[in-house]
């Protein structure tokens, strides 16, 4: 079976550092996405990662372990614009396929 | 350039009947993928098509089905509707690069009342 997990909520302050960490137990792998969905709007893509380690752009950084099928995203300081849902999805087959997602983590900042 | 667009963008039915989603995707992107996003739940996969081609569908009934056009756009078809379809519906298209990321449209809302 597919599973991915994510805490369903998180709250952080303006300023501070998150860390959203996603589980996932699939089929296969051939990567990991991240993405950011403001209420009401379309997910829009973060990072991707498909070797371990960490990737960073900008505020946000990624980090992968396929060993420990374990990933993390991490968002340095939070402005209240990044209050959202941050979806993880995993690709479990190379190509052109179908992502399998999480339920989300909806990330509240406040002042 | 202009990225998924998706049409209509709110939709309210009533049980049994049938409703139609569509969708372009970004120019030279070939597959599309259909995703149901319902209150509480994650985005759940429907359907993927590439190349006019329906090469995966998710665990749904058969009553939804869609089809890939030659210009690549896709509709999506979901008949004798229930309750619990009522979902934001979300279209994804990607190209054959390595990453393979996906770009998703603004989605269309449906209602079953």
């Known amino acids: 079976g597919q599973n991915i997990d994510q805490p369903t909520e998180m709250t952080a302050t303006e300023g501070a550092i998150v860390q959203i960490n996603c589980t996932y137990q699939t089929s296969g792998f051939n990567g990991l996405f991240w993405y950011q969905q403001h209420a009401g709007e379309a997910p829009t893509f973060l990072s991707y990662?498909?070797?371990?380690g960490l990737e960073e752009k900008g505020r946000f950084s990624s980090f992968l372990s396929r060993s420990k099928g374990y990933s993390y995203l991490l968002l340095k300081e939070l402005q209240m614009k990044d209050s959202a849902s941050y979806l993880c999805a995993v690709r479990s087959r190379a190509g052109n396929t179908p992502l399998v997602f999480g339920k989300g983590t909806r990330l509240s900042v406040i002042a | 350039e202009a990225g998924v667009t998706q049409s209509p963008t709110h939709l309210i039915k009533t049980r049994g009947q049938q409703v139609t989603l569509r969708c372009s995707p970004i120019?030279?992107?070939?597959?599309v993928y259909w995703y149901q996003q319902a209150l509480g739940l994650g985005l759940q996969f429907l359907l993927w098509?590439?190349?006019?081609?329906?090469?995966n569908r998710g665990n749904f009934p058969p009553r939804f089905s869609g089809r890939q056009f030659p210009n690549y756009s896709s509709e999506l078809n979901v008949n004798a509707l229930e309750l619990e379809d009522s979902a934001l519906y979300l279209c994804?298209?990607?190209?054959?690069?390595?990453?393979?990321?996906?770009?998703f449209g603004p989605g269309t809302r449906l209602t079953v009342l």
């Open positions: 098509y590439d190349e006019g081609e329906e090469r």
């Open positions: 120019s030279g992107h070939t597959s």
């Open positions: 990662n498909v070797l371990d």
């Open positions: 994804a298209s990607s190209f054959g690069t390595p990453r393979n990321e996906q770009f």
